[in-house]
């Protein structure tokens, strides 16, 4: 089935740590993302890509980084400069960026909890 | 930037009520507009989407039609169920969508 993959579901971090957080998808989109979520709040958009090896900031972007050295694959890195990243993170992704009608299609999210 | 207002929730109706989720936008030119549902605990999933004016947008029996004079986009159903409880969000296209806090949805049996 085409869609979506992000791993882990559920990450803790302890201080000072940074994580890694998965995601691939095979619907060959050209255009991925990166959102945020926190508990009762709307969508804040940290990162995106239109195509392989580039990407731009976001919103939100102080304290993530990410890479996109293949297509299917836009990992997000939670680094220890990020000081409150205890969130839903939702990853994306569209056949392109822009506003052409494309529909933006979601993963099932992760959950990270600093401890 | 673009931005978005949606009516603040959460909306509580009996089952088989009317729905109405108010929507405004400000935004340059005149962009695609969507609406996404939001399960508990999950990912966020494409309800409807209209690309020009006076387009309406339809599916699963909810319905929004895209209004230019008014910069709005309510989603309206006829009779809601249960299982429609969710959280749903507005958004504008462009370089990425542009999401309001949403507006949490509870029916009631």
């Known amino acids: 089935d085409g869609g979506i993959t992000q791993s882990p579901k559920y990450l803790f971090r302890k201080e000072g740590q940074n994580v890694t957080l998965s995601c691939e998808q095979n619907?060959?989109?050209?255009?991925m993302y990166w959102y945020r979520q926190d508990p009762g709040q709307g969508l804040r958009l940290i990162y995106y890509?239109?195509?392989?090896?580039?990407?731009q900031k976001g919103d939100i972007a102080e304290g993530y980084s990410v890479s996109r050295e293949k297509k299917e694959s836009f990992p997000l890195t939670v680094t220890s400069a990020q000081k409150n990243p205890t969130a839903f993170y939702l990853c994306?992704?569209?056949?392109?960026?822009?506003?052409?009608?494309?529909?933006?299609?979601f993963g099932e999210g992760s959950w990270l909890t600093v401890v | 930037g673009d931005s978005v207002t949606q009516m603040e929730g959460p909306v509580t109706l009996s089952e088989e009520a009317f729905l109405t989720i108010n929507c405004t936008y400000t935004?340059?030119?005149?962009?695609?507009l969507f609406w996404y549902v939001q399960y508990p605990g999950e990912g966020l999933q494409l309800l409807l989407k209209?690309?020009?004016?006076?387009d309406k947008g339809s599916n699963k029996g909810f319905e929004a039609t895209y209004r230019k004079e008014t910069t709005s986009f309510h989603l309206e159903k006829g009779s809601v169920q249960v299982s429609d409880s969710a959280v749903y969000f507005c958004?504008?296209?462009?370089?990425?969508?542009?999401f309001g806090s949403g507006t949490r949805l509870q029916v009631q049996p």
């Open positions: 994306a992704s569209s056949i392109t960026t822009g506003d052409s009608g494309n529909t933006i299609y």
């Open positions: 619907l060959n989109h050209d255009a």
């Open positions: 890509s239109q195509i392989v090896n580039d990407f």
């Open positions: 935004a340059t030119g005149y962009p695609s």
């Open positions: 209209a690309t020009k004016a006076d």
């Open positions: 958004a504008p296209g462009g370089r990425a969508l542009t």
